[in-house]
């Protein structure tokens, strides 16, 4: 273990104030105090009587420094035993953030899994996946119960890059942070945005009674989220028992969605919900008047079902679920999709524009990766080589291959070879490309595509100012970015405060939201 002498700590405290060692790796600043002592609480670091060292002290045992990690959004502390002699054993580690003006870290100890023993010239790595503020803090706790207290200041990260998923609705949109915690923003009518009140938010607010989410999604007038349990909660309108908990009773907090306790993933539509299961089947409930459900029937549900084939045989080898409005679709492990609900303009791909109450393969597609469907109007996929082809409506040219033909089988969208995200909206789509830009296309009128025009537009437009988006999510009629650093920009619609500014006109360039997050 380290030791320091008591002439060590006599001189230590001479100075009136500690100097402050930065490092700078890329575009990351730390600065770095360390301090010894007792086993004391988070109230008594700035005690007096606590010991704080000078540069000297530090570069004898420890040496800090952070890199930012942009394909995981993780910023990377290294802690690295520069002593020629002396182990150290770090047993656990507290994020902190006392003074802070964002609220998705408040205080949170984590224990390593096994004691990192550090040798002389050894390093551990810790991953900090939540790091919004411009200034934070880190304590490393050592076997001997001395604290090693790292005053840690980011220059690059923004209160976004918490964001663990999000999903947006008709005039509403939510997140999961990092930490478990939901906010949400926009219309809440229904109480879609799980406060307990039913009054609009122009700005995030967080979420009633949930600490453990891990997946969201956003219907048109309600909510739901997937808690690390596997249980869901959701809350919003609920005419249809889309909620899951037996009733037709809206409600403004979270409801437990009943027999389901395996959840990975959730999607919702106008008024029905279904779930991914970890076994790879598929729950449905809610409205089912178009076979929506896919349990062969057209009767609503208040219950989860079980999506069939037409064979009425439970499928199992799902891995993700998207509804749209009245329609649903899946993808498979082979890299098929399968459909069903209404097939109206052809929305559920199957050379067709007759409803199906089972689930039924979407023609010529056998090596989708991504899929997303429109509220109202069909559905895109993406391919492993980076295509992407979409059917259903094509009234505001949201299929994307420069006409405004209906599809009722995926068609190629124009000029986009190297996609690496998509997502659809109601009459409006947007891919990310490898080169980080985001092109869109389809409806405009609000401003969605982004690209400093009103314009609909049958083939893909480029987004203004985006050259590092990473994610794209699109609601009704409005669309939001996450880019390789975390921050979030969005466009379009805003009658509901639904892009999270804090007012309510739209915008057809991309704005940044990150000052939204604050409290």
Request: glycine share 10%; aromatic share 8%.
């Amino acid at each position: 273990m380290f030791s320091i002498n008591l002439n060590q700590k006599k001189k230590a405290l001479e100075p009136l104030i500690a100097t402050i060692l930065l490092i700078v790796v890329s575009v990351i600043l730390v600065t770095i105090v360390l301090t010894w002592g007792k086993n004391f609480s988070v109230e008594e670091l700035n005690k007096t009587n606590n010991i704080i060292y000078v540069k000297s002290d530090i570069s004898n045992y420890i040496q800090y420094k952070t890199r930012s990690n942009t394909t995981s959004e993780n910023n990377i502390l290294e802690i690295k035993n520069i002593h020629p002699t002396e182990t150290a054993t770090i047993v656990g580690y507290k994020i902190l953030s006392p003074n802070s003006k964002f609220r998705f870290l408040d205080d949170y100890q984590f224990s390593l899994d096994e004691n990192a023993t550090l040798s002389p010239g050894q390093s551990i790595f810790l991953g900090l996946a939540c790091t919004p503020e411009q200034t934070f803090n880190v304590e490393l706790l050592t076997s001997d119960s001395k604290y090693i207290f790292i005053k840690y200041n980011s220059l690059n990260s923004s209160p976004a890059s918490c964001i663990k998923d999000m999903d947006f609705g008709w005039h509403h949109a939510c997140v999961v942070l990092a930490t478990g915690k939901v906010k949400c923003w926009g219309r809440n009518d229904n109480g879609q945005l799980g406060d307990g009140t039913i009054a609009q938010k122009k700005i995030p607010i967080e979420v009633l009674d949930i600490n453990s989410g891990v997946a969201i999604t956003a219907g048109d007038l309600h909510t739901c989220v997937v808690l690390s349990s596997g249980e869901i909660k959701c809350f919003g309108d609920n005419p249809y028992g889309q909620l899951g908990n037996q009733n037709t009773t809206d409600s403004n907090f979270p409801v437990t969605v009943l027999g389901i306790n395996n959840a990975i993933k959730v999607s919702g539509g106008c008024w029905h919900t279904c779930a991914l299961l970890n076994t790879g089947e598929i729950n449905c409930w809610g409205a089912n008047t178009n076979g929506q459900l896919g349990n062969g029937t057209k009767t609503n549900s208040l219950i989860p079902v079980s999506v069939i084939d037409s064979n009425n045989d439970i499928i199992t080898n799902f891995v993700d679920v998207k509804v749209g409005c009245t329609n649903s679709c899946a993808l498979l492990n082979n890299g098929q999709i399968m459909c069903w609900g209404n097939n109206q303009y052809g929305k559920l791909g199957d050379g067709t524009t007759t409803d199906k109450n089972t689930a039924t393969p979407v023609l010529n597609v056998e090596n989708a990766m991504q899929i997303s469907i429109g509220s109202e109007y069909g559905g895109c996929l993406r391919e492993h080589n980076g295509t992407v082809k979409c059917w259903g409506r094509n009234n505001f040219g949201q299929i994307g291959d420069g006409t405004n033909t209906d599809q009722n089988t995926p068609t190629q969208v124009l000029q986009i070879t190297d996609a690496i995200d998509i997502d659809s909206g109601n009459g409006h789509n947007c891919a990310v490309l490898s080169n980080n830009e985001l092109k869109c296309w389809g409806q405009n009128s609000a401003g969605q595509l982004g690209d400093d025009t009103w314009v609909n537009k049958s083939v893909p437009t480029t987004t203004v100012n985006l050259i590092d988006s990473k994610d794209v999510v699109l609601g009704d009629e409005f669309s939001c970015v996450k880019s390789i650093y975390g921050e979030l920009r969005c466009f379009g619609s805003n009658g509901q405060g639904q892009l999270g500014l804090g007012n309510t006109t739209a915008s057809k360039v991309p704005l940044d939201i990150n000052n939204s997050f604050y409290d």
